[in-house]
T-cell receptor, first 114, second 111 residues
Framework: DTGVSQDPRHKITKRGQNVTFRCDPI?????LYWYRQTLGQGPEFLTY????????KSRLLSDRFSAERPKGSFSTLEIQRTEQGDSAMYLC????????????FGSGTRLTVV | LAKTTQPISMDSYEGQEVNITCSHN???????ITWYQQFPSQGPRFIIQ???TKVTNEVASLFIPADRKSSTLSLPRVSLSDTAVYYC????????????FGKGTKLSVKP
């Protein structure tokens, strides 16, 4: 197992387009998280899955954002009608329930909206 | 009002002990305090996690006072490779509150 994988590493899109990112967690991890990070800031929580169930979603998250984890393995994060303010690094992390907040993060997908 | 507060930056020399403090006045009562390290263009890397008093692992110690309104990450003998940004992660505002990363402390280790 090579850790948490994210695809693509970089994405440039025009404003108004839809984008989708993929995360493959560590195989035995049942929890999966999506975070967003802008330059000079700490990661901002977006949403969290336990197996295939989406258990928590940030109240600050626009309804243009949606995430799925259909079989409790990989996850996708979709942003519809992208805006320039969506430009950020999108980070995926996974963990076991017993790890509490001891996540393993992927290297992220850097999104640039032009 | 900031939810967590960390120094923006710190400088140190190789071989010194470095202590980075995060203030979190409104921390959830029954939840962990976690610290991460991040290098440029990489995701954060877990360092240490604790609930109260002191926790030590092979790379760091975490000191948490009884009131849990702050926590201090201690790196015993830093090297150049410890130059990175360090974040605390806590839940603010009760058990249903938000899980918040601090803004990070940029540690620069000099030879």
């Amino acid at each position: 197992d090579t850790g948490v994988s994210q695809d693509p590493r970089h994405k440039i899109t025009k404003r108004g387009q839809n984008v989708t990112f993929r995360c493959d967690p560590i195989s035995e991890h049942n929890r999966l998280y999506w975070y967003r990070q802008t330059l000079g800031q700490g990661p901002e929580f977006l949403t969290y899955f336990q197996n295939e169930a989406q258990l928590e979603k940030s109240r600050l998250l626009s309804d243009r954002f949606s995430a799925e984890r259909p079989k409790g393995s990989f996850s996708t994060l979709e942003i519809q009608r992208t805006e320039q303010g969506d430009s950020a690094m999108y980070l995926c992390a996974s963990s076991l329930s017993i790890d509490n907040y001891g996540y393993t993060f992927g290297s992220g997908t850097r999104l640039t909206v032009v | 009002l900031a939810k967590t507060t960390q120094p923006i930056s710190m400088d140190s020399y190789e071989g010194q002990e470095v202590n980075i403090t995060c203030s979190h006045n409104n921390i959830a009562t029954n939840d962990y305090i976690t610290w991460y390290q991040q290098f440029p263009s990489q995701g954060p890397r877990f360092i240490i996690q604790g609930y109260k008093t002191k926790v030590t692992n092979e790379v760091a110690s975490l000191f948490i006072p009884a009131d849990r309104k702050s926590s201090t990450l201690s790196l015993p003998r830093v090297s150049l490779s410890d130059t990175a940004v360090y974040y605390c992660l806590v839940r603010i505002g009760g058990s249903q509150g938000n899980l918040i990363f601090g803004k990070g402390t940029k540690l620069s280790v000099k030879p």
